[in-house]
């Protein structure tokens, strides 16, 4: 019998979540190719490795950006190659799919998305928001007639929304995340230290020294590239205050995301979030000093996911759980979501 999965189809990492099972696999969203012949050579962690160091006929691709795909092809071929690594298939029978995806994309994105995940083996594929998501995975009880908001910070999109009955009240999708502080990195280093470096090196400069607010101790780090000046190989020190310049501007863009958000809520649900607070989710919750800047600049209390990098799916495994396959049209998941909160309430009422 095949196992219904839960995908949290990153920009950066893809997520899946088997039902019975847990997360079973959280690999990046890069593809190698041979451009010679067209065949798949490396998915994910194995691919990743690849980046920045390949000839010329092999091409790495992020067949994701912005949460949405760009390479439709190379996305099917990647989700093929994580399903059938699983084993999830039945004899005779194919999983259902819950699929993940940034609030305000197209209506021709949701439908490729759904396209991919069809061709990769589902049976039937359910869309569902990330915010959302990223809120009952973080533990969030967000059936109830109680504000709660959440900012999903991932790898192309922060995801920001308030949420009420099941429902997205208002929200913002925004294509600022963790790519473009990788990005904000890269050209600090290129402008101030005529240094170029890749996307791993500048990856790597956020994780480890990158900070929301100016450090209290300056921290230093030796990170390696090709002089522009020179064209050789080139060892510099960088420190945390320089990488915590190079990704403020980035970083108070989604903070007044976040404001607009705020100031489009419904006065009750506003009042509710003071005492409930803010959750944030996704990659970028693991950058040291973001509760406090999100705090200062919102006045309102924030508090990272306890496993922030799971939330999505383990937010898919919560909704897996409670799929009722007779009763949902196609691609939606509103009749999950209603099923839940239909049994939340009798459970309470025992």
Do not use: W
């Not at 196992?3 to 190698?32: C, M």
């Not at 994910?44 to 949405?68: D, F, H």
């Not at 101790?217 to 320089?242: A, C, N, Y």
């Not at 909704?319 to 309430?345: C, E, F, T, Y």
Request: a neutral charge; aromatic letters at 2%; charged letters at 25%.
């Amino acid at each position: 019998m095949a196992r219904d999965i839960g995908i949290d189809l990153g920009t950066a990492n893809v997520l899946i979540h088997v039902k019975g099972k847990g997360i079973v696999l959280n690999e990046p969203s890069v593809v190698a190719i041979d451009t010679k012949t067209g065949k798949v050579l490396a998915v994910g962690e194995e691919a990743y490795l690849m980046v920045g160091r390949t000839p010329s006929n092999i091409k790495v691709i992020r067949p994701l950006k912005g949460g949405v795909i760009a390479d439709f092809d190379i996305t099917e071929a990647m989700l093929t190659h994580f399903i059938d690594r699983l084993n999830v298939k039945g004899f005779l029978t194919k999983p259902n799919i819950l699929i993940c995806c940034p609030t305000n994309i197209t209506t021709i994105e949701q439908k490729a998305i759904i396209q991919a995940a069809e061709k990769s083996g589902g049976r039937n594929v359910y869309l569902e928001e990330e915010p959302k998501v990223a809120a009952v995975g973080a533990g969030l009880d967000i059936f109830q007639p109680n504000g709660n908001m959440v900012i999903d910070m991932g790898g192309g999109t922060s995801d920001i929304a308030v949420l009420s009955l099941g429902g997205i009240v208002t929200s913002s999708s925004i294509k600022t995340a963790g790519d473009k502080l990788d990005a904000d990195i890269m050209n600090y280093v290129k402008k101030e230290h005529k240094l170029l470096i890749g996307e791993r090196t500048s990856e790597k400069i956020k994780i480890t020294i990158g900070a929301a607010l100016p450090p209290e101790k300056d921290e230093i780090m030796e990170i390696r590239g090709r002089d522009m000046v020179t064209g050789l190989p080139r060892t510099i020190s960088i420190t945390s205050i320089e990488i915590y310049g190079a990704m403020h501007e980035t970083l108070m863009l989604i903070v007044e995301q976040a404001k607009e958000v705020l100031e489009t809520t419904p006065p009750e649900l506003a009042a509710d979030i003071i005492n409930t607070g803010i959750v944030v989710t996704g990659g970028g919750a693991l950058i040291r000093g973001i509760e406090k800047l999100f705090s200062d600049e919102l006045k309102v209390p924030v508090f990272s996911a306890e496993k922030p990098l799971d939330a999505v799916a383990l937010g898919t495994g919560v909704l897996l759980n409670n799929i009722d396959q007779k009763n949902r049209p196609a691609n939606s998941v509103s009749g999950i979501l209603m099923r839940l909160l239909h049994n939340l309430k009798n459970r309470k009422g025992r």
